[in-house]
């Protein structure tokens, strides 16, 4: 069961640049959300998804976007690479909707630099 | 939005030690969890726990939702037990929108 999946793990950016980070889980979760934590910090969370076709900004939108097509994928757009959205990039998932025991797992993360 | 605030910040512990981490919030809940970031970034889901008592091993949370705040206790620490601990709940009138606390960080030193 491979769970939450997130790909890439390690990414350098120009400043400037565009990228997408992609999340995908296979346990039929309908909640995903994504985080950033940034070093020596909490999570903060960036956008969320109650299910396919909807999604609601967190505490840190600016500067990213999200898109929910599918129940299994939840990618994260990041336009315009700045310095400040160096962090370590969470995605999580949850099974929400009457199934929902509470507990959120994780993914591994992705770490992305830009310079 | 719903605000968390995590007690203490920092913790530095002998081998054996028992400590008792706090997690106050400002609104009624209905998920609160306990995770557990290791030194390599990995998070782990410890306790779901939105009232009462809960214990896995060492480990055990809990939390009074009439007094908006919760407790993890660890009990016998263990070197692997360094890393950061976080609470992460969502507000009663939030629909799926976890927010996490800024942690504390656990230190055990052998």
């Known amino acids: 069961n491979a769970g939450v999946t997130q790909t890439p793990k390690f990414r350098i950016l120009k400043i400037g640049q565009s990228m997408t980070l992609q999340c995908t889980q296979d346990m039929n979760h309908n909640y995903m959300y994504w985080y950033r934590q940034d070093p020596g910090m909490g999570l903060k969370l960036i956008y969320y998804?109650?299910?396919?076709?909807?999604?609601d900004k967190g505490e840190v939108p600016n500067g990213y976007n999200v898109s929910r097509s599918t129940t299994e994928d939840f990618p994260l757009r990041l336009e315009l690479a700045a310095p400040s959205q160096t962090s370590v990039y969470f995605c999580?998932?949850?099974?929400?909707?009457?199934?929902?025991?509470?507990?959120?797992?994780f993914g591994e993360g992705s770490r992305l630099t830009v310079l | 939005g719903i605000q968390v605030e995590q007690s203490p910040p920092d913790l530095i512990l002998q081998e054996g030690a028992n400590s008792t981490l706090r997690c106050n919030f400002s609104?009624?809940?209905?998920?609160l969890q306990w995770f557990h970031q290791n030194p390599w970034g990995q998070l782990i889901n410890l306790f779901y726990i939105p009232s009462g008592t809960k214990q896995n091993g060492r480990l055990s949370a809990t939390t009074v939702a009439t007094e908006r705040y919760s407790l993890l206790y660890i009990s016998s620490s263990q070197t692997t037990d360094s890393g950061v601990y976080f609470c992460a709940l969502q507000g009663g009138t939030s629909y799926g929108k976890l927010t996490f606390g800024q942690g504390t960080i656990l230190t055990v030193h052998p």
């Open positions: 609104d009624s809940v209905n998920n």
């Open positions: 999580a998932s949850r099974a929400g909707w009457g199934r929902d025991t509470g507990e959120l797992f």
């Open positions: 998804s109650v299910g396919a076709g909807i999604t």
